[in-house]
């Protein structure tokens, strides 16, 4: 140490130890600045930096070397060995790379602190070699323990010094790593010349390859001056590139706080170099050290918590691994409620990239708008897809002896009550229907509604025809039992297709179009039951359809005819009135009596059409009859909820010029069972008009008696079953004894229809009845024939 000492104090001239201090310092503070540069490069421009950087380094260590061998007195007789001088510098530059290298290629602070080792190491070979290149008179012996110190000295503090320069790149950590380094460079410099001792020989004589300390000074002030312009470059690219960084830093971090997902980014060894504060807020890591972090670290703090489930070691190797193998995976993981997809996306050179993204509310939206798509938005039950769906799963999951069956249910009459009682009430009804549905089928069975007032149950795995049979029957009872909604009394009936699978169809559209097919039975059969599908009735389905066709041609082709029918006075014998009855004169079938379509064409609305043409044609008939005969005509429940009833009325009238009062219309109970307003507004209004209302097939509804309050009725048409059992069946004669009896008192004329012998007739006199009908005086004829039927009382020839 004393000896160091006094190498610096007495042997060293200070202004040059100063001069070599500063070109070292600059020299160190340019590697220092470079080696930041290499380490912030990827690819082959890391290369380049460390070049650059070795260098620096390995002329800074050079430069300062040579100006403080200038410094050093005894050096001043002397002269360099050229080659060896040379090969100093060389081993400057290439040992400084080698240890910048493996510095730079590493984050491990180890890998760092050896890179930072061989560059002192480095450093100690240029300053032996540059010794070795000294020639004097005299000869140069060395302590070895101050060797060694020399040596330690500059491994130790270069070391030191990368390993500060790597832990930040910041203005503090690059001062500290400058010193550092300076330090290395400096007291390894004097320590190795505080082991020199020299014995003087003048027989040691200076070679011819040698260069004297004056060039030697100006080689060194070149070298300095090289390292100052490098440096300076450097300093300046190094700027330029922080100034770039720091923009594009800020840039970085904007973007990456402002994302709506959760980033963070993984080196190899699965920790954390970077995140954003929306994937710390996302999984809750807010409050604990994250940066630096291995991700499994994190994973087993919050498993400690008891945030984390699973096996963190295993799902940790399996996100390595991915990213290892190059494999972009998809999770979408359950935090804290919340639902999170994650991407993990490898990077380049090892590590991976994760996003985080919140898809709660997408699922929610996604599960919403599945669910809008598959079910009925009024009752929530499924929906025709859902149903369709059901019923393929069913098939497939039937086994061989499973039987399914497919219901499908339509209600009676339901456009009726949301016509008259409003939609509110028509929906309330449904969800009604929809709810006795859900409760009455069995557990394993489906409910869904189809549209409309049309439902379908599929009944899965029962043995036998009789469940679907009794599953049918039980709901029939249960919806039509009476609905209380909004204090209305609402009572509606259903009917019921029924088919069954495998004998009727083995894929959901065939047994769906057989369950229709035998709804359509169930209606055409009274509706309020239910029917099973049997063969035959597509065929039934088919002609009908071609009867729809037929007919439709036939009011463009005026195939219809109106025939009449006489009603005599029961006391006089004295026809007062013709019935008109609707006739189509079928091209090829002849005669067609209305039974046969004036169902379908109710059904198909064609009946507005058809009534129009039977009013129009017994206007105008009735005009050429005597004017105490008057006409009656039928009318259709469609027809009065056609808005325009009474302006055909007053058009037929209008046309015929035919006396209101002439003219009878006839309607049954099924037009008041629509019972809204609207009805019994337009019976005024004909009735103000001058025109009188029937109550036609009396006795065959339900509560007949009750129409008779609901409206005045001029006349009261006796239903021909009771006419026809008069003599056999004693309450059909209390019945006519009770309505001709209602007649007398109420002032209203009763007819009695189907009139077929003079028994019949005499009974009905004897009871008071006011007119009679029927076969005993005629059957309905052509209007030709009016005059003939006048003149004769009986004409049982048939029409
Ligand atoms: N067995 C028997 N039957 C008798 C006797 N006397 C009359 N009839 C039949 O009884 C039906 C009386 O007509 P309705 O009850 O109004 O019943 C009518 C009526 O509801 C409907 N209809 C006929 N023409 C029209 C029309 O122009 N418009 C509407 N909406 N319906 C009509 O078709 C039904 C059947 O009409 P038609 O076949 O002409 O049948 C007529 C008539 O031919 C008898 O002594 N014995």
Redesign the pocket.
Known sequence: MYQVLYCLTDEHDWRLVALGGAVCLLASAAAISLFHRARATQGPGRLAWISLDAAVSGCGVWATHFIAMLAYGPGGAGAYNIPITILSLILAISITFVGLSVAVSSARPVWIVVGGAIVGGGVAAMHYTGMAALEMPARVDWVGSTVTVSVLLGAVFAAFALFVAARRDDLSHALGATVLLTLAIVAHHFTAMGAVLLTPDPTLAISGLSIPPASMSFLTASAAVAIIAIALVAALLDRRAKGELGRQQLVLDSALENMSQGLCMFDAEGKIILFNERYASMLRRTDIALTGRLLVDVFREEQAKGQWLGDADEFFARLVSDAREGRTTTDVVNRFGRSIRVVNQPMQGGGWVATFEDITEWLEAQAKISHMARHDALTGLPNRVLFHEQLEQGLHRAKSDDQLAVLCLDLDHFKDINDSLGHPIGDALLKEVGRRLKAAVGDGDTVARLGGDEFAVVQIGRSEEAAARSLAGRLVEVISAPYEIDDHQIVIGVSIGISLSPQDGSNPDELLKNADLALYRAKADGRGTYRFFETGMDARAQARRLLEMDLRAAVQRDEFQ??Y?PIRDVASGRVVAF????RWNHPQRGLI???SF?PLAEETGL?VQ??EF?LRSACTDATSWPDDIDVA????PV?FKSPNLIASVTSALAASGLSANRLEL?I?ESVLLQNSEATLTTLHELRAMGVRISL??FGTGYSSLSYLRSFPFDKI?I??SFV?ELATREDSMAIIRAVTGLGRSLGIVTTA????NDAQLELLRREGCTQA????FS??RPASDVAMMLERPRLRASA
């Open positions: 109106a025939y029918q019935e008109a009855l609707l009596a209305p039974i004036i009946i058809l009534g039977v005509v039928n009318l259709s027809q006839e049954t036609d097939d048409k239903d021909r026809s229809e189907g009139v077929e009908q029927g076969y005993l059957k309905p």
